[in-house]
């Protein structure tokens, strides 16, 4: 019997032989690999009566897929003027698909489905689609494609991970309601200062995207933007965050539009019970220095200060106080105020109510309501802080 | 003279500025393993924890700040298996930080070669908070400790095979430290096993099997949804039926739930150390369990 299995020995480690040659030349194909684990099996199953220790080749679940996440984001709606004063919509369908490309370089793509406003059409559009450097020296971070530009708080952030559900008024004013999201690179640097964190980054954008205080013209003139953050830990369960943004770029009258931005977030988190209770007071200041015609220009302000409490695990309550004016004519002012009041259900599900008011120099009052589920399935990306 | 005392002071300054260039900057996710690694690697290591000892180690905020400790790093100790799901991964991306990249010879997932329990047959969130590799909270059994340590061991050697024989001799010590108060806290249990408790959140279980306890059921009605009533009646009724003495319960916890209950049924809330600085006294691993085990046999007595 002894050269029984030693022939079977022979072919089994030539098989496993072959099998890591085969691996190792065509990682793609795995056909091949496929039938020498077949024979392999086979083989294992004839000396079955054998209680040999062979080593066992289990088959490993493991795939190259990205990771995949889709959120649904479905909206009911209430206005006090207009014809049409309710409304039901699925807002948005935004599918993710993440994942490291490579050792250099990650990936991420956010596609929305979604609904204009105006039309109603359903569309799907490219939200984000970009990569990250993994690897560049001197705490260098480059990124490269379509993406959120580097706007202060609000602009980086997803609509469903913000805790209302419209858009400040200031914000949609001068970056519309998809904000500023354009094509190009965005290069940070992560300054080398120990006592707290501070980023720099710089992005330029062809201004292919629209936005209504950017243009993209048929010349060589593209949007620059600048970002300084810095993130102070002012004890174990507070933080602040100052940033400073500037903006410029070509507007749709072939001049340049310039934005300088602030924005100022306190957060109070207690570690322990972090889950159970926080507070946090942000707010953003715009002032816009638009050239509109030769010897024209606007200079135009807007704000928003938003304060959010979590009242116990489950339950958010955020009051928010909008003010602008109007880029194109500082004479227009708008000012709102808010309250949404959120339920977590967990990580993955939410619903929020909103109600709202606006006064502006035009118009008379008018109120708004909003109410809207978030759901998420597959995988889900964390927040930002 | 003066010259002389110049050079003293000089060379003492690089001596210094040597030894302290030549210490490993580690960075941990948890505390439990920030002890074991400055176990491990003695004072060839610096070592910080992102999380604290009495937080929810699924749920700690990114913040920015982690990013400096990350940045300067030579090596990154995690859990693992989707524990700390919801934060590491974004903090290593935004490290800049090649050297600890899953992947790289700074990158140790702790869990590598653990025993897990607790691994789920289907993904599916209708079951709450699963986690699809198995039940992260690992380290709670003493035994794992030592498997943590190994792949800790592991790291230091690979980022700092010089110092290797150091390393390893202090995991040798580590282990008989471990077996010899194994012994200990088996002795100290022995006369509680099969002792009925309830727990609060699903992170019990490695802990439970070691020591031969029996959690018969969770204050969540299923991991991480909060306590709803129908689940506190469930549980009131479970208690009575089998005269269940204690509900266990974590720092990070809010005991109204349990307080509920401890008053309808007399059994006692006892809140326990998950993590190294869970408490006060709990300075080291070993603390964990002799903090626990003492806790537990008091009341179960």
């Known amino acids: 019997m002894k050269w029984k299995r030693a022939l079977y020995n022979f072919f089994f480690f030539s098989a496993l032989f072959l099998s890591e040659i085969t691996v190792a030349q065509v990682p793609a194909d795995s056909t091949a690999a496929d039938s020498i684990l077949l024979k392999q099996i086979e083989q294992q199953m004839q000396s079955s009566n054998q209680p040999a220790q062979q080593p066992q080749q289990t088959r490993s679940t493991l795939s190259f897929n990205p990771d995949i996440g889709v959120i649904g984001d479905f909206q009911g709606s209430y206005i006090s003027k207009g014809k049409r004063n309710f409304d039901a919509y699925l807002n948005e369908t935004e599918v993710s698909l993440q994942a490291t490309v490579d050792p250099y370089v990650r990936a991420d793509f956010f596609l929305s489905f979604a609904r204009n406003p105006v039309t109603h059409a359903y569309g799907v559009e490219v939200e984000e689609g970009y990569l990250t450097t993994l690897s560049l020296p001197a705490q260098l971070q480059l990124k490269l494609g379509k993406f959120r530009e580097a706007v202060g708080r609000i602009n980086p952030t997803h609509p469903h991970a913000l805790p209302f559900i419209d858009l400040p008024n200031a914000y949609v004013n001068y970056f519309g309601e998809e904000g500023l999201n354009d094509e190009g690179l965005s290069l940070s640097w992560l300054v080398p200062n120990k006592k707290f964190y501070q980023e720099i980054i710089f992005q330029a954008t062809s201004g292919q995207s629209e936005s209504p205080t950017f243009f993209r013209g048929d010349n060589n003139r593209f949007i620059y933007l600048g970002h300084f953050k810095n993130f102070f830990t002012l004890s174990d369960n507070s933080t602040l965050e100052l940033g400073l943004t500037g903006i410029t770029g070509p507007n749709d009258s072939s001049r340049t539009t310039s934005i300088a931005a602030a924005d100022l977030t306190y957060k109070w988190k207690p570690v322990q019970m972090n889950t159970y209770k926080s507070l946090a007071w942000q707010s953003e200041f715009y002032y816009g220095h638009a050239n509109l015609l030769d010897n024209f220009s606007v200079n135009s302000l807007g704000l928003y200060s938003f304060l959010q409490y979590q009242l116990a695990k489950r339950w958010f309550l955020t009051a928010r106080y909008d003010y602008a004016q109007k880029p194109y004519n500082k004479k227009i002012v708008e000012q709102a105020y808010s309250l949404t009041a959120g339920w977590y259900a967990t990580e993955f599900s939410k619903i929020e109510l909103e109600g709202k008011t606006t006064d502006d120099t035009i118009d008379k009052r008018f109120y708004q309501a909003w109410l809207r589920w978030i759901f998420v399935i597959g995988a889900h990306g964390a927040h930002q802080y | ?301």
Not at chain 2, 19 to 46: C, F, P, W, Y
Not at chain 2, 51 to 65: I, M
């Open chain 2, 1 to 301: 003279m003066k010259t002389k005392t110049i050079i003293f002071i000089i060379s003492c300054l690089g001596i210094l500025s040597f030894a302290k260039a030549g210490t490993i900057k580690v960075v941990t996710t948890t505390t439990d393993l920030k002890s074991i690694t400055e176990l491990i690697g003695g004072n060839k290591v610096s070592v910080s924890s992102i999380a604290t000892g009495y937080q929810n180690p699924h749920f700690v905020d990114p913040k920015h700040s982690y990013i400096i400790g990350l940045s300067k790093a030579d090596m990154f100790v995690t859990v693992g298996l989707d524990l700390e799901t919801g934060w590491s991964p974004q903090l290593l991306a935004s490290s800049r930080n090649t050297k600890i990249q899953k992947g790289a010879p700074g990158y140790v997932d702790a869990s590598i070669g653990i025993g897990l329990l607790q691994v789920p047959t289907s993904a599916n969130r209708a079951e709450g908070d699963i986690h699809i590799y198995g039940n992260p909270h690992y380290w709670l059994d003493p035994l794992n400790g030592k498997v943590i340590a190994r792949n800790i061991a592991n790291g230091l050697e690979r980022v700092d095979p010089s110092n290797k024989s150091t390393y390893e001799s202090n995991l040798q010590a580590f282990y008989k430290k471990i077996d010899e108060k194994m012994r200990e806290w088996k002795a100290k249990m022995a006369p509680f096993k099969g002792s009925k408790i309830i727990a609060y959140h699903n992170e019990w279980v490695y802990f439970e099997t070691r020591f031969g306890l029996d959690v018969v059921d969770f204050m969540e009605p299923k991991p991480g949804i909060p306590p709803s009533p129908s689940q506190l009646v469930k549980v009131i009724k479970e208690i009575k039926a089998n005269n269940i003495k204690v509900i266990i319960s974590s720092p990070y916890f809010t005991t109204s739930s349990s307080d509920v209950v401890s008053k309808q049924t007399g059994a006692k809330e006892l809140t326990l150390a998950t993590s190294v600085g869970g408490f006060e006294s709990v300075k080291n691993y070993f603390d964990v369990f002799d903090y626990d085990v003492n806790q537990l046999t008091a009341t179960l007595k």
